[in-house]
């Protein structure tokens, strides 16, 4: 783990190199292949080492977050192409990559906290630097001050825990049950806060839409599961209160579910549609996390690696379209089949994806997050109905809008601006499908050892 | 290595050099968020990107940002750059608008009488608020022998397109309004719907600030250029291919000297007589091809006299009178007194304009071949008023560049742009978001007319 570690530090002065942008994307996919291809072992903690180790949970979003972080730099390509400062722009992603690997790395509770904080300054940067209109300093604004108010709580929670118990290893952790409501809330806030919930949740339209095309793929693909990473740690001895308090959370979390994904259908800015489904799906992700059964844990798991490719890709779509006409709005994309056919078939890919329609690994996901949750209670059946429904239809009404019609009258042809993003959708959805076969696979293994 | 090649070619791309001349974009983005958060910044940032920008922030242009914002609120952003929001020069000729229906083209027929309709219900769309002085006065068109005829086919036009109007005899029109001198008249033509005056300035006034309300932003600046990127691999019919360039940004100066861009989807240029400088910037007049045909809108002077202290006796329901001679007349207020002037013809002589004691004679003498008692009335001049005039065919210019396909181009409307400001308006929102024209049908004003030599005459004497 640390081999990986020291080869991120060290790509640092590439960044600075002349002629070496290409150079340091190329090493990160090397860097995922090879991470790829560690020993994996589905029920224990392997590889560790010092401070760090591996999960399954931990690998695959290390995964999910070194291959987005090579595909933001593709993404970026524009920058390098301008020159506008790419330099520092690399050096971002690649101290965000190092923050995020630490976050899922780390054996120590309070080392998660700090790198899980850490991870805000670099997004940013990016924000604030490579953004396009004057709001994003309010969506800065915003991105910080919500995550940091959320997570004031946690660092009480985590230093309370290190008096009680001695140890902050997240390994031992489950061998402790606390049993007290305040430290219970403010465990989980911060997560809550991060994945978001509903009523928590005004940071992330604004963020990702007023983040260029790079830092909305990080904050959709990774950062939004920083919170149900460290849900999915924290609960293990937070079980005793969670019984008692989890309706709380799975009913505002469903019904505001329900509510943002209504809100999608009034949405003018492809990208603030896309932010909003993100929110939707994280619902979803929560109510399975928190009713505890098994299949709710595999299900939200998959749905975070599944949408952090899907959104990923849409984010990139969308941004494809807006360098070509330079706007976001609907009402002047629209018509786009008439322009780019091939673009067609991968909007139409991911977002079907993104509505869970078979074989794309949001739909495992969902299976999954609906049986543990109907399993919980009849009731949820209604709230996931309509969430389900609502997603199919608001994916199919983007979809719609930006493809048929007639286009825009002050569009005269296109021209291929950046060749690269056509590579970028590619892999993503091919790592989309490979992960679905494994994913197929894994989710086998697990139901068989149950 | 077919990959690296790509990128190579495209690097060549002469935009980029461009890209690092604006000040707020050379920062260095650390330094920039530093800045950011550490001083509390109220001052007012330029927006860098937005969907839609208007130069010019003139009647058309609030009209268009107005219906813009109306039908898509927050769904696109509107800019609109005007570079005097005192609007001095504008101001005097938008205080005395006339509506009129009286048209031979049946597309300004349309636009009028949507006018006349957006008028009566003003406080509806505008505000409640808003007071437009909108006062039916009616019309009457007089002809000559000569062009009698064309007055009653014209006639029968706009009873057909629904503008009632009645022809009326000489002797009837000595019945209504015993102080017109008939002698040389064959027809006349009287407008009995929805013609009148009304207050241009406070229609102008609440289509800024309506739009401001729905979220338009109003920038004062001076448009000094646009940016043009070559497009090396879009294919146009008469250009050669890789040399096709794409305006991306427009430039403009703000009063503190700086300059700064702006990208858009969409750009519509109702700058009025300036129109043509801009689309200078965009080479329209100075490449070649199709952009060898230059945007015809040139300033013309336009003199309004007042009438005081004449001893005529006209009651309340006098018509504005349109006389053979391209006289026309006006009350002014409710008293006795009148306002008149000389419609501008196409190829005014400047020199003859400027000769104002020519003028006011030639005035003077067919008002009082027309209404003889006026002959004690002092002639005192009122105004004058700079229109922007289209001097191809005296019509506006409305729609998309051929070449440039995301400028739209709505100027040279002259005395007309005032009237026809809210129906023009709804069609430039039509093309940008419909891409079509829903509800007039204007393409026969597009510009594509310059460049096939189909003049649309407005015939306005007969």
Redesign the interface.
């Known amino acids: 783990m640390m081999k990986f570690l020291f080869m991120m530090i060290f790509m640092i002065p590439l960044c600075f190199m002349k002629n070496m942008f290409w150079l340091v994307q190329m090493m990160l996919f090397f860097m995922m292949f090879l991470f790829m291809n560690l020993n994996l072992n589905i029920m224990c903690f392997f590889n560790m080492s010092y401070m760090f180790y591996c999960d399954i949970i931990s690998f695959g979003l290390i995964l999910l977050s070194i291959w987005i972080c090579s595909l933001m730099i593709m993404a970026g390509e524009s920058l390098f192409k301008l020159n506008f400062y790419f330099n520092f722009f690399l050096f971002n992603v690649i101290f965000l990559l190092i923050m995020l690997y630490l976050t899922f790395s780390v054996l120590n509770l309070l080392l998660f906290y700090f790198f899980f904080e850490a991870s805000l300054i670099p997004t940013l940067l990016l924000i604030i630097g490579w953004g396009y209109q004057p709001e994003r300093i309010q969506a800065g604004m915003y991105l910080l001050f919500y995550t940091l108010f959320g997570s004031l709580p946690l660092l009480m929670g985590i230093i309370y825990i290190f008096n009680d118990l001695n140890t902050m290893t997240i390994y031992f952790l489950k061998f402790f049950n606390m049993n007290m409501y305040l430290l219970y809330i403010s465990m989980i806030f911060a997560f809550l806060v991060k994945m978001p919930m509903y009523f928590v949740h005004l940071w992330l339209p604004k963020a990702h839409v007023e983040a260029p095309v790079s830092g909305s793929m990080i904050l959709a693909g990774i950062m939004l599961k920083l919170g149900g990473y460290g849900l999915l740690r924290v609960m293990i001895f937070l079980q005793e209160v969670n019984l008692k308090l989890n309706y709380i959370w799975i009913i505002i979390s469903l019904v505001g579910g329900l509510f943002i994904s209504m809100k999608c259908f009034c949405q003018v800015d492809m990208k603030s549609l896309i932010a909003y489904s993100s929110v939707a799906h994280m619902s979803m992700v929560i109510g399975g996390i928190m009713v505890m059964n098994y299949w709710g844990f595999i299900g939200s798991y998959i749905l975070m690696i599944s949408h952090g490719l899907c959104s990923s890709g849409m984010f990139c779509l969308a941004n494809i379209n807006y360098e070509r006409l330079h706007s976001r709005s609907l009402y002047i994309n629209s018509g786009m089949m008439n322009f780019m056919p091939s673009m067609s078939l991968w909007w139409f890919l991911l977002l079907s994806s993104n509505m869970a329609a078979p074989p794309s690994l949001n739909l495992l996901g969902e299976i999954s997050l609906i049986n543990s949750l109907v399993s919980w209670s009849n009731i949820s059946m209604i709230l996931l109905m309509m969430i389900s429904f609502f997603s199919a239809g608001y994916s199919l009404y983007l979809y719609s809008y930006i493809q048929h019609g007639k286009y825009f009258q002050g569009l005269y042809s296109f021209y291929v601006w950046f060749i690269s993003w056509v590579f970028i959708i590619i892999f993503a959805l091919i790592s989309f499908k490979y992960d679905n076969f494994k994913g197929w696979f894994y989710f086998y293994l697990i139901l068989n050892k149950k | 290595m077919i990959?690296?090649s790509?990128?190579r070619a495209?690097?060549q791309?002469t935009a980029?050099s461009t890209?690092?001349r604006y000040n707020h974009?050379q920062k260095?983005?650390?330094i920039?968020?530093w800045n950011?958060?550490t001083k509390s910044?109220t001052r007012f940032?330029?927006?860098?990107?937005t969907?839609i920008v208007i130069i010019g922030g003139g009647i058309i242009g609030a009209a268009t940002a107005y219906w813009l914002k109306r039908r898509?609120?927050?769904?696109?952003?509107v800019v609109v750059i005007e570079k005097d929001f005192s609007y001095k020069q504008a101001q005097r000729h938008l205080q005395h608008g006339t509506l009129s229906q009286h048209f031979t083209l049946p597309e300004n027929l349309f636009l009028s009488q949507f006018s006349a309709f957006f008028l009566r219900n003003i406080r509806e769309h505008l505000g409640e608020d808003i007071n437009v002085e909108y006062c039916p006065t009616g019309s009457l068109v007089l002809a000559s022998n000569d062009y009698a005829q064309k007055l009653e086919e014209t006639s029968s036009l706009l009873k057909e397109h629904g503008s009632p109007n009645e022809l009326l005899s000489p002797k009837e029109i000595n019945k209504k309004f015993p102080w017109i001198n008939t002698a040389d008249i064959k027809l006349g033509c009287m407008g009995v719907e929805s013609e009148g005056t009304f207050n241009g300035w406070e229609l102008h006034k609440g289509f800024v600030k309506k739009s401001k309300e729905l979220g338009a932003l109003y920038i004062n600046a001076e448009v000094v250029g646009f940016d043009l990127e070559q497009?090396?691999?879009?294919?146009?019919e008469g250009v050669t291919p890789g040399a096709f360039e794409?305006i991306?940004r427009v430039r403009y100066m703000t009063e503190e000297n700086e300059e700064y861009g702006i990208?858009?989807?969409?750009c519509i240029l109702t700058a009025g007589s300036d129109s043509s400088e801009i689309a200078k910037f965009a080479k329209v007049g100075t490449g070649d091809g199709m952009l060898m045909v230059p945007l015809p809108v040139e300033k013309r002077k336009h003199e309004v006299y007042s009438l005081e202290g004449n001893n005529t006796e006209i009651g309340l329901n006098t018509p504005m009178i349109m006389d053979t001679t391209g006289l026309w007349l006006q009350r002014k207020g409710l008293g006795k007194d009148f306002l008149g002037g000389y419609l501008p013809s196409l190829d005014q002589n400047d020199n003859l304009v400027d000769t104002e004691q020519y003028l006011k004679t030639t005035f003077l003498s067919s008002l009082m071949h027309r209404i003889p008692s006026c002959n004690n009335a002092q002639v005192q001049s009122h105004s004058s008023l700079y229109y922007d005039c289209t001097t191809y065919d005296n019509s506006g210019i409305l729609g998309?560049h051929p070449y440039h396909?995301?400028?739209?181009i709505a100027a040279g409307f002259g005395q007309l742009g005032c009237q026809h400001a809210p129906g023009l308006g709804r069609a430039l929102t039509e093309?940008?978001?419909?891409?079509?024209f829903n509800t007039i049908d204007l393409t026969r004003l597009g510009f594509d007319r310059l460049l096939t030599d189909q003049p649309m005459m407005e015939c306005n004497a007969y």
């Open positions: 990959v690296s790509l990128f495209s690097r791309s980029i890209f690092a974009e260095n983005p650390m920039k968020t950011i958060m910044n940032s330029y927006p860098e990107n969907d898509a609120g927050d769904g696109l952003s497009q090396r691999d879009v294919l146009m794409r991306m990208k858009f989807a969409g998309p396909n995301n400028l739209y093309l940008i978001i419909d891409s079509q």
